[in-house]
């Protein structure tokens, strides 16, 4: 299974740019998909992820309202809407996937996700 992560570049603070996850190797019908970002000098973090059925999403309170998972299941890709970007959300970007279920409390764990992309990054002037 390979992960393949775009859409990252240079923006000015407070445009937009939406991230790409698209899957290849297996077709993803069940399990979750996240985004996680590692900032710079600092540890990976997470950012978004939902259900690959789309019945659950949970965001990080810093992206929450500005940052909109989705996936398009006969693409067998995730999307990361980032709407009004801030210098903080400077980081490298990585999306990551599984196939097992997870509850809800562990779809921000990175842990539980088997398979990871590239990154791609991000960056946001002020």
């Known amino acids: 299974v390979q992960l393949q992560a775009s859409g990252g570049g240079l923006v000015q603070a407070g445009g937009s740019l939406r991230l790409s996850c698209a899957a290849s190797?297996?077709?993803?019908?069940?399990?979750?998909i996240g985004w996680f970002r590692r900032l710079p000098g600092m540890e990976r973090e997470f950012v978004a992820a939902m259900r690959w059925s789309g019945s659950t999403t949970r965001y990080a309170d810093s992206v929450r309202g500005r940052f909109a998972i989705s996936r398009d299941k006969a693409k067998n890709t995730a999307y990361l809407q980032l709407n009004n970007l801030k210098p903080e959300d400077t980081a490298v970007y990585y999306c990551?996937?599984?196939?097992?279920?997870?509850?809800?409390?562990?779809?921000?764990?990175?842990?539980?996700?088997?398979?990871w992309g590239q990154g791609t990054q991000v960056t946001v002037s002020s």
């Open positions: 190797g297996r077709t993803f019908s069940s399990g979750a």
């Open positions: 990551a996937a599984t196939a097992r279920g997870l509850i809800f409390s562990s779809l921000a764990s990175q842990s539980e996700y088997d398979y």
